[in-house]
């Protein structure tokens, strides 16, 4: 290889690194957002999926605790 060919390579593998990070950035720069939209909702979606959960298991402790329902009622009042 000529000193030439071996320019005109580090030439073009520099071009092609602007090139790269010029709409590579951008495009992973997209795909971030998207991903970082798509995982919010995700967090959303199983917090509610928890918290509904949680609920369940505190109804099913107090039908479990052997108190009427209305002596349940007094003693959420009371909290």
Not at 1 to 6: Q, T, Y
Not at 18 to 38: C, D, E, H, M, S
């Amino acid at each position: 290889m000529s000193i030439l060919e071996i320019i005109i390579a580090a030439l073009a593998f520099a071009g092609g690194l602007a090139v790269y990070a010029l709409t590579g950035g951008r495009i992973q720069f997209g795909r971030g957002k998207r991903a970082g939209k798509q995982e919010a909702e995700h967090d959303a979606l199983s917090d509610a999926f928890e918290r509904e959960e949680a609920g369940r298991d505190a109804v099913e402790a107090g039908r479990n605790s052997g108190l009427s329902p209305s002596e349940r009622v007094r003693r959420n009042d009371k909290r």
